[in-house]
């Protein structure tokens, strides 16, 4: 899981991949933008896949 910080309103956003990635908030496109990966929100969602 990745987290980019919008560039212009500065609102986290959340996505499974670094393919185009558009702000849910303003739309600014956010593809260039570096992202984080949060391993922690990884390990969340597998556990929660196993509870299914
Ligand atoms: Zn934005």
Redesign the pocket.
Known sequence: MFKKT??????P?YGSSNDQWI??????D?TEVPSEELDVGTIELEEFLKLG
């Open positions: 919008c560039i212009n309103c500065d609102s956003s702000c849910p908030f303003c739309e600014t956010l």
